[in-house]
């Protein structure tokens, strides 16, 4: 059974950085393309960033752009989601996805989600 469990959330200032993990077990990590996506209260949820299964080539919304970076550590299972400058408006629970093909945008693996509060 594949199983996503992300960590790394909390509550940061504007300005501030965080680090989100997302360790990935139940099947072999290169496996699977992955992703990060958020949803704010009252609003759907939305992709934030993706790495493709050779991290070579990585997708970011444009509201992140520039300030968030997605990486990869096969050796760890695990995918990362840097966040600098953060904005209040970055404000949701975050979560990752994994999926099986780098060329289709359905992901078939979901985390639990976690936290992050950005402070004004």
């Known amino acids: 059974q594949v199983q996503l469990v992300e960590t790394g959330g909390g509550l940061v200032q504007a300005g501030g950085s965080l680090r989100l993990s997302c360790a990935v077990s139940g099947r072999t990590f290169t496996d699977f393309a992955m992703g990060w996506f958020r949803q704010a209260p009252g609003k759907e949820r939305e992709f934030v960033a993706a790495?493709?299964?050779?991290?070579?080539?990585?997708y970011y919304a444009d509201s992140v752009k520039g300030r968030f970076t997605i990486s990869r550590d096969n050796a760890k299972n695990t995918v990362y989601l840097q966040m600098n400058s953060l904005k209040p408006e970055d404000t949701a629970v975050y979560y990752c996805?994994?999926?099986?093909?780098?060329?289709?945008?359905?992901?078939?693996?979901w985390g639990q989600g976690t936290q992050v509060t950005v402070s004004s």
């Open positions: 790495i493709r299964r050779t991290a070579i080539i990585t």
């Open positions: 996805a994994a999926k099986y093909s780098d060329y289709v945008s359905r992901y078939d693996y």
